[in-house]
């Protein structure tokens, strides 16, 4: 039986995606997604295919920088009681190269979205934002305070922390709550082809070189994306206007992750060392109190747990993966 109907954007996204294929015969989903390049967009058609299996699932296809797209399908998306808005253009490294569709994707789609709710009284509005926006933290245990943020340190994460504070001044002073979750490195089956675990997994399982960009000795707080899907349900019951980390507060190295893989997979990689990454940050480590005690949330996946599903995920899709794109054009 319908209860609630709710519209997810980036529904043929990784983190939209997973979301939508948690939530039980309770809800009415309304999925919105361009299905864009800024990676293979096969790997998104895939996910597709998979969403419609869903009975009370709709898809629209609309790019949400236009906002007559939007107005277009006002009928489907009104009585909705939240949106989750985890459409973005994300990965880091490519910002650098197509700048104003970062701009767009994050900061006007954002607008539109947020007007979108206001238009249609969708009171809970929940945002999928980023660790990016941090920084490198060192020893540091990022809180989620606005005013201590040092000056994003990409154009991905400038975009991402402008469209946190756009949505929140369109809805300010309105009886919408705005609740953003800032997601660490978040990884997973059906995860996107551009970040580094997905990519080890494949390239080590059909023994290609593995690019590592420095070093490998950058960390990252790796976080399973069923620990995300989590806190995103934590978020539409909370009844505050907030924001908060969920990620892992135990970091791993890519060198350490490449390790586990090649155990997992029974195989040795093959490792190419390039250059850093331009501005690439060393470690990313959040504060996880506020999520603890507002929420009740903390990550329950570890590393260990999270690859080996994901490893398995992988196997189980294998000859599909082959054909996807795993490198960009800029990539050698
Ligand atoms: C990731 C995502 O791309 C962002 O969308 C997300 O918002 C962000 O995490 C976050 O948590 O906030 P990134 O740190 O670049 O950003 O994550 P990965 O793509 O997994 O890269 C991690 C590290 O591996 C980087 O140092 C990168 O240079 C390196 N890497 C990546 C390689 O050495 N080789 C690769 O082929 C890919």
């Known amino acids: 039986m319908i209860v609630e109907k709710i519209i997810v954007t980036g529904s043929c996204g990784f983190i939209g995606f997973n979301f939508i294929k948690s939530l039980n015969e309770n809800y009415e989903i309304i999925g919105i997604d361009s299905i864009n390049n800024a990676y293979d967009p096969k790997l998104k058609e895939l996910r597709l295919e998979e969403l419609k299996k869903i009975s009370n699932f709709k898809y629209l296809k609309i790019d949400l920088s236009e906002k007559n797209e939007i107005q277009n399908n006002k009928k489907t998306l009104s009585e909705s009681s939240t949106i989750f808005h985890l459409a973005a253009r994300a990965g880091v490294r490519q910002s650098y190269l197509e700048p104003n569709k970062y701009i767009r994707d994050n900061t006007t789609a954002s607008v539109n979205v947020a007007s979108m709710a206001k238009e249609l009284k969708i009171n809970n509005v929940i945002l999928a934002s980023t660790s990016s926006i941090y920084g490198d933290t060192g020893n540091t245990f990022a809180t989620e305070n606005k005013d201590e943020l040092n000056e994003p340190p990409s154009i991905y994460a400038a975009t991402k922390s402008f469209g946190e504070t756009l949505i929140k001044n369109v809805l300010s002073g309105d009886d919408q709550k705005i609740k953003i979750g800032r997601f660490f490195t978040v990884y997973g089956p059906y995860g996107r082809p551009d970040m580094s675990i997905l990519r080890f997994i494949h390239w080590i399982s059909t023994d290609q070189e593995v690019i590592i960009y420095g070093d490998g000795n950058q ?29 892992s507060d135990i970091t791993w190295s890519l060198i350490e992750i490449i390790s586990k893989i090649e155990t997992l997979l029974g195989k040795k990689a093959n490792l190419v060392f390039k250059e850093r990454a331009f501005r690439d940050v060393d470690v ?49």
């Open 219 to 247: 960390r990252r707080s790796f976080t399973y994306v069923e620990d995300i899907i989590n806190g995103l349900n934590k978020l539409k019951n909370y009844e505050e206007s907030d924001t908060f980390n969920f990620g």
């Open 284 to 332: 990313v480590l959040p504060n996880l109190n506020k999520s603890k005690e507002n929420l009740d949330w903390q990550p329950r996946i570890d590393i260990d747990e999270g690859l080996n599903r994901t490893i398995d995920w992988y196997k189980n899709n294998e000859n599909y993966l082959k054909n996807i794109k795993f490198k960009y054009k800029y990539e050698k």
